[in-house]
């Protein structure tokens, strides 16, 4: 069982930066791909990025790579959602997950097992 709690979102200007946290407790933290998605008013929630266990992999969606860093600190428990030159389009409610049995599948939410409740982003233009 993993619990995940979310914190650091708010609101920006564009072009500011946030970066969110997603501490979690549990024993299969360390074992556990990580990934954060984010749901926007009327739309699905949708792949932002991801971490391997070991954080030697990252994986991030188009609309984000260059801009966004994910990170994770295993002994901390904490994984990491670094967003610069944030864009109104960016806003939305960004999610944690967590799942041991990921695999390549990565960027689809049911693939995760265990969910923070998420934390609000507004990006101002």
């Known amino acids: 069982q993993v619990q995940l709690v979310e914190s650091g979102g708010g609101l920006v200007q564009a072009g500011s930066s946030l970066r969110l946290s997603c501490a979690a407790s549990g024993r299969t933290f360390s074992s556990s791909v990580m990934g954060w998605f984010r749901q926007a008013p009327g739309k699905e929630r949708e792949f932002v990025a991801a971490?391997?266990?070991?954080?030697?992999?990252?994986y991030y969606a188009d609309s984000v790579k260059g801009r966004f860093t994910i990170s994770r600190d295993n002994a901390k428990n904490t994984v990491y959602l670094q967003m610069n030159s944030l864009k109104p389009e960016d806003t939305a409610v960004y999610y944690c997950a967590a799942g041991q049995y990921v695999g390549s599948d990565y960027y689809i939410p049911s693939r995760y097992a265990y969910w923070g409740q998420g934390t609000q982003v507004t990006v101002s233009s």
């Open positions: 971490i391997s266990w070991s954080g030697s992999n990252t």
